[in-house]
């Protein structure tokens, strides 16, 4: 089957991240397929999915994506296209109705609506709204990444039908990653941080923005450290906030508990080797870095925002909820994970709904099309 995952902007996070992997996911089942990117965020270099085609249509917008979009339909022929996101989605359902493609489309939504769209008449979001509601119909399925997700979108648009489909997070080169030699001077080179009379490590993980809220997670560990009880902090991730946190943290004097990594190209080897991960954001639509967490055996902590987190930690079973922007409370949520630690065995259990046979089994349902190799197929 030739498939097309379609993304407007490239990155090594969020939504991109996610098509990227749904992509790799694909292609090991056996399809033929096309990762389609719109362009790339600062010039980023683009890692192409393994065992993918890769399509940079060059177009800074999604509207200019749309006549490429179009020829993409009409030149190619896919069968079958995931594309992310109302906006991308939208122009994709518009380009197969131009087009008069018999195209199966599964368009997802990864924010909350709430922040999308608008009731105030002939705004930018009241149109994109409107234009989304229009062209609902050429999509064969909607999905988004959380129930949450679902119940909100069941509000702003309750004439349509939204699904929960997860993403796929853990992949067969997971492992390896998690295993990647490591030399760094908080880390062990095996083992985890804490274990062998160490101070124990605290790993974050995402864009230095507003909404991932690191300062609340910077200022638990400086209260920690007012309790005598010394933790250390690395932040892997960039973003527009690094000077506003660089500052904070030598405001508080910390600079020998506190770290911004920076990008990092592998960070499950951190996740494996860290004592705890914490996710301190005031909203969040999955996170898939809990999962990769959970998956390398680090106790999550994270704050119990709308509308991931909750959901994927199936209500604190799988880690330990904080309050939003609490610091008190997420730094009495990293001793618990210290203390008492989730066993591997148990986080294991929560990570099987994101793996991606797991993942693409649940696309097959929505869609009613063959998506895993047959047993026969395997076979041969």
């Not at 790799?24 to 999915?49: C, F, W």
């Not at 999308?116 to 119909?137: C, D």
């Not at 124990?200 to 450290?225: C, H, M, R, T």
């Not at 990570?351 to 041969?380: C, D, Y």
């Amino acid at each position: 089957m030739r498939i097309g995952v379609i993304t407007a902007r490239y990155s090594v996070s969020g939504v991109p991240l996610a098509q990227a992997r749904l992509a790799s996911a694909l292609a090991r089942a056996g399809h033929e397929v096309d990762y389609v990117i719109g362009t790339s965020s600062q010039n980023m270099k683009i890692l192409e999915p393994k065992g993918t085609q890769l399509l940079v249509i060059g177009a800074p917008t999604v509207r200019s994506m749309f006549r490429p979009l179009c020829r993409y339909l009409k030149e190619v022929r896919p069968d079958l296209i995931f594309c992310a996101e109302d906006h991308l989605n939208a122009a994709v359902a518009i380009a197969a109705i131009m087009t008069r493609s018999k195209v199966i489309i599964s368009g997802s939504s990864r924010v909350t609506p709430f922040d999308t769209y608008s009731n105030i008449w002939f705004s930018k979001r009241w149109i994109l709204k409107k234009i989304v509601r229009a062209t609902a119909w050429r999509q064969n399925v909607r999905t988004c990444v959380s129930s949450g997700i679902v119940d909100e979108y069941r509000k702003v648009m309750p004439n349509l039908k939204y699904h929960v489909a997860y993403n796929a997070v853990v992949s067969p080169e997971a492992e390896k990653k998690a295993s990647a030699q490591l030399e760094d001077p908080w880390l062990p080179a095996e083992g985890r941080a804490g274990d062998s009379g160490s101070d124990p490590v605290i790993l974050a993980a995402g864009s230095l923005e507003s909404w991932k809220d690191f300062e609340s997670l910077i200022n638990a560990i400086y209260l920690l450290q007012k309790q005598n009880r010394k933790v250390r902090l690395i932040i892997l991730g960039e973003g527009s906030k690094r000077v506003a946190l660089e500052e904070l943290i030598k405001d508080l004097n910390i600079d020998d508990l506190v770290r911004l990594q920076g990008y990092e190209k592998n960070p499950l080897r951190f996740f494996r080797r860290a004592s705890a991960f914490a996710l301190c954001s005031r909203v969040e639509s999955f996170g898939n870095v809990l999962v990769e967490a959970m998956f390398a055996g680090t106790t999550p902590v994270a704050t119990d925002c709308p509308t991931g987190p909750r959901e994927v930690l199936s209500g604190g079973i799988y880690g330990y909820l904080v309050r939003p922007g609490d610091p008190t409370s997420i730094a009495k949520g990293i001793v618990a994970a210290l203390d008492r630690p989730i066993s591997q065995e148990k986080l294991n259990i929560g990570v099987s709904r994101f793996t991606e046979q797991a993942v693409l089994a649940r696309h097959e349902e929505l869609l009613g099309i063959p998506l895993l190799p047959r047993a026969e197929e395997k076979l041969n």
